[in-house]
């Protein structure tokens, strides 16, 4: 592996000021980081005159759908999606088919993903009414995926007779998608026929969010165990995790719940179809106040693709899920060069402190030891979010025609360059992540 010399870029310390100089990487590692660093023998040099080096980002909830539904999107197309939009790792959700519930699924994906991902990789392991003795043994997990609800089959597990056990036993992270199945199961009845697709934000209504939150966070408090809470949507939940939070507990948000909002469906119909669905105007600012207070403490895309011949069906035959990896990024740096946040905030949300939540050694900072994943952005130029342009399998995004700002320029995984200016280096290969003591 040849060394890489990045020359004259905007680098991103820790300490979140920022320094023009260079940065060796050597064996896949950061080395140094200077004003000005002596080019060694066979280095690969990168001009990076006028952009912006950030720590790659760590996408901590994605659905790639492999195996099992891969005509939507597969791990080749998904990591490809990846690496365009700065994604350097991501963290897989259990929903494939067969279920990532067992030792046997998980390894099945692990070896996928060594085949086929541009970009690192990691897995959840799905909880069960049934799999209890998996969840504690199954290995390497970056935790315990539940969903309290909008899922069906052996993966939803709704009611707390059934969360309680997995509370009780073991200490690996769980993460919830914290929605009351009953209360929604309850309001489809109230609501049927109905097909106008505003409607989901109704039937999966606010109520819904926090009972499941509420209930998640009680279960945590008694056993003292470390929850995370999948995509917060709401500011009732919001303002009930800041009066109520405790240390172990963390939060995540989506660029779609801070940037749409119930409005999108009038534009895009069914693809604005989430779960936990697009909340009203007055939300977006309740999570944009909580993000940046802490109270959320990070940025997840929840990137779940579907074909435009699935999300075309009528409501409620429509799905819920839209891609996501290929723009949070852009997205989020927009959102700083308009004075929202800063590019510190973005990249600290983004790399930082996923890779803290998941015990993720030596990623999401630039400093010397830590690993080469990296990402160089345009910050001075905007470009419109174009359906012809994306590499997801499923071809169209929410955010189609949005003119952002902060667009990756070059993508290195483990020291590789594997995205530059438009040109994906599919010859690339991430890793397996590991997960501290999980």
Request: charged residues 20%; proline residues 7%.
């Amino acid at each position: 592996m040849t060394a890489l010399l990045i020359r004259h870029a905007r680098i991103l310390l820790p300490d979140g000021e920022f320094l023009v100089g260079d940065i060796l990487i050597q064996q896949g590692k950061i080395v140094e980081i200077a004003p000005e660093i002596t080019e060694p023998d066979h280095t690969t040099i990168i001009d990076a005159t006028g952009l912006t080096l950030l720590p790659g980002v760590i996408d901590p909830q994605v659905h790639f759908r492999e195996p099992g539904l891969e005509h939507k999107e597969d791990l080749f197309t998904a990591s490809c999606a990846c690496a365009k939009g700065g994604v350097t790792s991501f963290l897989e959700m259990p929903n494939t088919r067969p279920l990532t519930t067992t030792q046997v699924p998980l390894d099945q994906k692990l070896q996928l993903a060594s085949q086929k991902c541009l970009v690192n990789y990691g897995f959840f392991i799905g909880a069960t009414p049934e799999n209890l003795p998996d969840l504690l043994t199954t290995n390497p997990v970056c935790g315990i995926k539940i969903f309290m609800g909008s899922s069906h089959g052996a993966l939803l597990v709704s009611r707390e007779a059934e969360i309680e056990p997995i509370f009780a036993r073991g200490d690996r992270l769980i993460a919830v998608h914290a929605e009351d199945q009953a209360r929604i199961v309850q309001r489809r009845q109230e609501f049927k026929g109905i097909t106008d697709p505003a409607i989901h934000s109704q039937i999966q209504d606010e109520t819904a969010a926090l009972n499941a939150t509420k209930l998640a966070l009680k279960l945590s408090k008694k056993y003292q165990r470390r929850l995370h809470i999948l995509h917060l949507s709401t500011g009732i939940e919001a303002e009930f995790l800041r009066e109520n939070k405790p240390s172990w507990v963390t939060a995540e948000v989506t660029p779609q719940h801070l940037l749409l909002n119930t409005e999108a469906y009038e534009k895009i119909g069914t693809l604005a179809q989430m779960n936990p669905p697009l909340r009203s105007p007055e939300n977006n600012q309740i999570l944009w106040k909580a993000l940046l207070d802490g109270v959320i403490d990070f940025i997840a895309t929840d990137h779940a693709p579907h074909t435009l011949e699935e999300k075309g069906k009528a409501y409620p035959n429509s799905p819920s899920g839209m891609p996501g990896v290929e723009t949070s990024l852009p997205l989020m740096l927009t959102q700083a060069m308009a004075g929202k946040c800063s590019v510190s905030q973005v990249s600290s949300w983004m790399s930082t402190k996923p890779a803290e939540a998941y015990n993720i050694p030596n990623k999401g900072l630039i400093k010397p030891g830590y690993d080469a994943d990296l990402v160089l952005v345009d910050l001075d130029n905007y470009r419109p979010v174009l359906r012809e342009e994306l590499q997801t399998k499923c071809g169209w995004s929410p955010f189609e025609g949005w003119s952002l700002t902060g667009w990756p320029v070059i993508t290195i995984v483990g020291g590789n360059i594997v995205y530059e200016r438009g040109k994906l280096n599919t010859e690339v290969r991430g890793k397996a992540l590991q997960f501290g003591d999980n």
